[in-house]
Every structure is written in structure tokens, then in C-alpha cells.
């Protein structure tokens, strides 16, 4: 029988999303959007601590030069490594007022893909951004309902995205220096699966995806075809890592929003079988 463990700690996630594998801090980081939280476990000693935020708190990732980037409503905010606010270095969307920042993730050349989406997750007014190193925003693709889980293929050529709200995962291509073309369709979830949420690469070019409303995380091949499933007792689950010093730990977040179960908005870890691929840091 596959592990399961549920992390012991003393409060449920509202929205727990967004974890990430710290080998500097050997701890895995993750946010509760709707709870305005950023939690860490520490994997040495399995201490949780949390820290209360400003607002909405889609994402965190680690800098390069130390500390963090988070976003938090429709910013990019930089954190020290106490998770306290000490700069503000972008702002996303600052005409669209009913969106927010969603969920992230950082490429090797330390870009940070982000979607957005509006907050009552019903009409198409969120979007799919670059955040360069030297603070630029770029728009990637918009019509997005419920942007989420990017994803970033080992040879830092392939991302993908998803909107949960259509079911469907899209593939885009980038050219050399970093740019993505037109996006392609490459997942269109069953009704049954649930809706894909965040997502991961692993080292074999599998992608593992999180199926809210599914109770579940899945694996995909390299060509798109489901080949593994991991159930877990929480109906919503929303994203998942790879941590560890040899990767080969997951963590998975969850909510508990909008439902009634025990095990709702818990952090798990369970065996992927596999391993992942490193973080990589915003170098902005």
C-alpha cells in the first residue's frame, strides 16, 4: 500500500496551494489563499509554522539573492526570510480589480510564470503572465476563468497551464529567448477525473496533476496518456510537489472550502514512485 501521511499541525487550509521544495531551507513552503496564509514544514522536525498575509496569496517562490517573491492580490511582493514584506516590485492587473494572482512557478533562466483569475471564479478576465528578472510583466494568453498549475518541462522549452474551469491543460513552446508561441490543447479532462488544478513534471516527463473535485493526483506520460493514480481522502485537491534531498517525497495540498470532510484543507504526503525535478529561484 502506497504512504499517506497527513501532516499534523493545529488548523486546515481554507485553500491550500502553491507548495514548494526549499533545499535551502530544507522545508517545503505552501500557501492558503483564502486563509491571506504562508505555511512551512520543516522536514527535519516536522515543525509547521504560518504566517498571516496581507491579502489573497496565490504563490511563493525563493529568490535567488535571498528571501522570497510572493503574490499577494494582484502583486509581486518581496519577503525576507521571516516572510515579512519589505518591497513591492510589480503589480498585475491593476484596472481589473475583481481578479486576483493565482499560482506560479519559477524556469531555470529565473522567469516567473503566473496565472490570474477573478475571484469569484466565474467569468474569463483572468490571464497567463512572465515576470522577468528585471521586474518586466508580459501577457501570455488571457481568457482564463481559473488559471492554474504551470508546469515546466525538464528542458525549459515546454510549459504548461490549465483552466480548471474548462478542464483543460494547454502546452505552449518557447523560442530561445524565452518567448511562447500559440497555445496548444494537450490534456481535456473526463467529467469524472474532476478538474486539474496544479501540476508537476517529474524526472521521466511525467506530469502529475492535482483533480479537484476528483479527490486525487494523476500521471500522465510524456504523450498525455493517464497511467497512475494516488486517491486521497479529501475531495479537493489542489496542487503537489516533489521534495526532499533526492526528490522523491510528495507533498499535496487541499482545501476545505465549500465542503464538510475531516481531512479537508490537510497537507499530505504521499509516495510518487519517482523522482521530481529541482526549484528553481526568481533571480529578480
Not at 539573492?65 to 525576507?80: M, N, P, Q, T
Not at 521571516?82 to 475583481?98: K, L, N, V
Not at 501577457?139 to 490549465?162: E, R
Request: net charge negative; glycine share 14%; hydrophobic share 40%.
Amino acid at each position: 500500500m502506497a504512504l499517506l501521511r497527513v501532516i499534523e499541525r493545529d488548523r486546515r487550509d481554507v485553500l491550500g496551494e502553491g507548495p514548494l521544495w526549499s533545499a535551502r531551507d530544507d522545508a517545503v513552503y505552501w500557501t492558503d489563499i483564502l486563509g491571506h496564509r504562508i505555511n512551512r514544514l520543516s522536514l527535519a522536525g516536522g515543525a509547521v509554522e504560518s504566517w498571516r498575509m496581507p491579502g489573497y496569496t496565490g504563490w511563493v517562490i525563493e529568490r535567488e539573492s535571498g528571501g522570497f517573491v510572493a503574490g499577494i492580490g494582484r502583486e509581486v511582493a518581496v519577503l525576507d526570510p521571516d516572510g515579512t514584506i519589505i518591497d513591492r516590485i510589480a503589480r498585475i492587473e491593476p484596472d481589473r480589480a475583481g481578479n486576483r494572482v493565482n499560482d506560479a512557478k519559477a524556469d531555470a533562466a529565473g522567469r516567473v510564470w503566473m496565472g490570474t483569475m477573478p475571484i469569484t471564479a466565474d467569468k474569463p478576465t483572468g490571464g497567463f503572465y512572465r515576470l522577468d528578472p528585471e521586474g518586466a510583466v508580459t501577457l501570455v494568453d488571457h481568457g482564463y476563468s481559473i488559471a492554474n498549475g504551470p508546469a515546466i518541462g525538464a528542458d525549459g522549452q515546454t510549459i504548461l497551464h490549465t483552466d480548471s474551469g474548462l478542464g483543460i491543460i494547454y502546452r505552449f513552446q518557447l523560442d530561445a529567448a524565452g518567448n511562447p508561441g500559440e497555445r496548444t490543447e494537450f490534456i481535456r479532462f473526463e467529467p469524472h477525473w474532476g478538474k486539474p488544478d496544479g501540476m508537476t513534471f517529474d524526472a521521466e516527463g511525467g506530469l502529475w496533476v492535482a483533480c479537484w473535485g476528483g479527490g486525487c493526483v494523476m500521471r500522465f506520460t510524456p504523450e498525455g496518456e493517464r497511467d497512475r493514480i494516488i486517491e486521497l481522502p479529501a475531495s479537493q485537491i489542489s496542487s503537489c510537489t516533489f521534495a526532499g534531498p533526492n526528490l522523491d517525497r510528495m507533498f499535496v495540498t487541499s482545501a476545505a472550502v465549500d465542503v464538510d470532510e475531516p481531512l479537508g484543507g490537510a497537507l499530505f504526503e504521499v509516495d510518487p514512485g519517482c523522482r521530481g525535478l529541482p526549484t528553481h529561484r526568481y533571480r529578480g
